[in-house]
Nanobody, 132 residues
């Protein structure tokens, strides 16, 4: 069972930056998709970004492309989300999620579609507030 712990949330002004980290443990299979989701009050949980833990391929939602960067450090078992040019509409609880797979092609599909229901392991979430 994967365990995920997020850190790095906080309050930032519009245009500012934050870096979220997800510390993971319990990897047992060969392939993993690790993603960031977010949920604002009264809204559904939405995918933000995803990374293939094995080959480092990255995927982004249109709303974050060009502003957010996802990266991995397999030696430290961490996945980071660098968020730049933050906007008030980025305010949400951010969750790290992961899903194991026995084949690489499934990891690609998990990251392309970024559906919360497809991911089985979740962190507790970290609040990001963008406000002046």
């Amino acid at each position: 069972q994967l365990q995920l712990v997020e850190s790095g949330g906080g309050l930032v002004q519009p245009g500012g930056s934050l870096r979220l980290s997800c510390a993971a443990s319990g990897f047992t299979l060969d392939y993993y998709a690790i993603a960031w989701f977010r949920q604002a009050p009264g809204k559904e949980r939405e995918g933000v970004s995803c990374i293939n833990r094995n080959d480092g391929s990255t995927y982004y939602a249109d709303s974050t492309k060009g502003r957010f960067t996802i990266s991995r450090d397999n030696a430290k078992n961490t996945v980071n989300l660098q968020m730049n040019s933050l906007k008030p509409e980025d305010t949400a609880v951010y969750y790290c999620a992961a899903q194991a797979s026995k084949e690489a092609a499934q990891v690609h599909r998990l990251c392309v579609y970024l559906r919360p229901a497809d991911f089985g392991s979740w962190g507790q979430g970290t609040q990001v507030t963008v406000s002046s």
